[in-house]
T-cell receptor
Framework: AQSVTQPDIHITVSEGASLELRCNYS??????LFWYVQSPGQGLQLLLK??????LVQGIKGFEAEFKRSQSSFNLRKPSVHWSDAAEYFC?????????????FGQGTELSVKP | EAGVTQFPSHSVIEKGQTVTLRCDPI?????LYWYRRVMGKEIKFLLH????????ESGMPNNRFLAERTGGTYSTLKVQPAELEDSGVYFC?????????????FGPGTRLTVT
């Protein structure tokens, strides 16, 4: 069965420090992978996605993620965190079928940023 | 372009009552999805519409939940009668029917509290 694991429920980093959020997935075929972010009071916003091709994908707000098939991972990174990055981050795998597909989410990682 | 909108933003009802949630997708998006996040858990898929047809309703928890999408535009999700375990945040998402149709755009969610 398809699943996504985000091992870290809560992470705290200092502003300006680098960030890596972990995501591991289980999926039988080539995965469609996503990272979403939810800021307080907001909906889910798509940060970046991987469908195929280059395994290092760039997203919005200076985020990037690397797909590693051998490790079944799709970790999210940012070289320098800003206070506005404090939010909850969700990794998801897309189960694709005709005319669309559903998302299977991890449990989410809440990011706090220290001044 | 307007995003996905959901109404109401919050709803507090008593056990046994009925609640109807509404979602307006992005104009032109044939795919419409409902998801739910129960407190402390991951976001879970409920169902997927393609226009007015249910493509996948494998995530609907039981027959107290009824989703409709008359005319292939907005959708409603009715819970009748509501139980305590139905409390959570209900998200709606939509995606374009072709090309990058796997990118789902989320609304802000409806927070449902059943007391």
């Amino acid at each position: 069965a398809q699943s996504v694991t985000q091992p870290d429920i809560h992470i705290t980093v200092s502003e300006g420090a680098s960030l890596e959020l972990r995501c591991n997935y289980s999926y039988g075929a080539t995965p469609y992978l996503f990272w979403y972010v939810q800021s307080p009071g907001q909906g889910l916003q798509l940060l970046l996605k991987y469908f195929s091709g280059d395994t290092l994908v760039q997203g919005i707000k200076g985020f990037e993620a690397e797909f590693k098939r051998s490790q079944s991972s799709f970790n999210l990174r940012k070289p320098s965190v800003h206070w506005s990055d404090a939010a909850e981050y969700f990794c998801a795998v897309g189960v694709i079928y005709n005319q669309g597909g559903k998302l299977i989410f991890g449990q989410g990682t809440e990011l706090s940023v220290k001044p | 372009e307007a995003g996905v909108t959901q109404f109401p933003s919050h709803s507090v009802i008593e056990k046994g009552q009925t609640v109807t949630l509404r979602c307006d997708p992005i104009s032109g998006h044939d795919n419409l999805y409902w998801y739910r996040r129960v407190m402390g858990k991951e976001i879970k898929f409920l169902l997927h519409f393609v226009k007015e047809s249910k493509q996948d309703e494998s995530g609907m928890p039981n027959n107290r939940f009824l989703a409709e999408r008359t005319g292939g535009t907005y959708s409603t999700l009715k819970v009748q009668p509501a139980e305590l375990e139905d409390s959570g945040v209900y998200f709606c998402a939509s995606s374009h029917p072709s090309g990058r149709g796997y990118e789902q755009y989320f609304g802000p969610g409806t927070r449902l509290t059943v007391t």
